[in-house]
């Protein structure tokens, strides 16, 4: 079956750093665009940065420019989120999701889209609070 599960969450105080993980089992996630999501109660679901299958490409939400960094290590079939400086509307679940169509995270300057993902892992919490 097609799985995949993020790490990584955890409590940090604002402007600390956490690193999530999104690893991959039952397919190879060098094959499609990776999206990071979250979700905050009460809240919709919100696109906060890609990379396309190639890995040339990445998008982030304006809310974390500068602040978050994807990347993808295919040999361990993992994508990470590097999260710096948080703050505490950072508090969210973080959801990892991969795309099968491979013009996802290329053709568009936006951050990613919920309707653009088929695979979704279940989620990892991060609070950022003192």
């Known amino acids: 079956q097609l799985q995949l599960v993020e790490s990584g969450g955890g409590l940090v105080q604002p402007g600390g750093s956490l690193r999530l993980s999104c690893a991959a089992s039952?397919?190879?996630?060098?094959?499609?665009?990776i999206g990071w999501f979250r979700q905050a109660p009460g809240k919709e679901r919100e696109g906060v940065s890609c990379i396309s299958s190639s890995g040339y490409s990445t998008k982030y939400a304006d809310s974390v420019k500068g602040r978050f960094t994807i990347s993808r290590d295919n040999a361990q079939n993992t994508v990470y989120l590097q999260m710096d400086s948080l703050r505490p509307e950072d508090t969210a679940v973080y959801y990892c999701a991969a795309a099968r169509t491979r013009s996802v995270c290329v053709l568009a300057s936006h951050p990613p889209i919920t309707g653009e993902y088929d695979y979704w892992g279940q989620g990892t919490q991060v609070t950022v609070s003192s």
């Open positions: 039952g397919f190879t996630l060098g094959n499609y665009a």
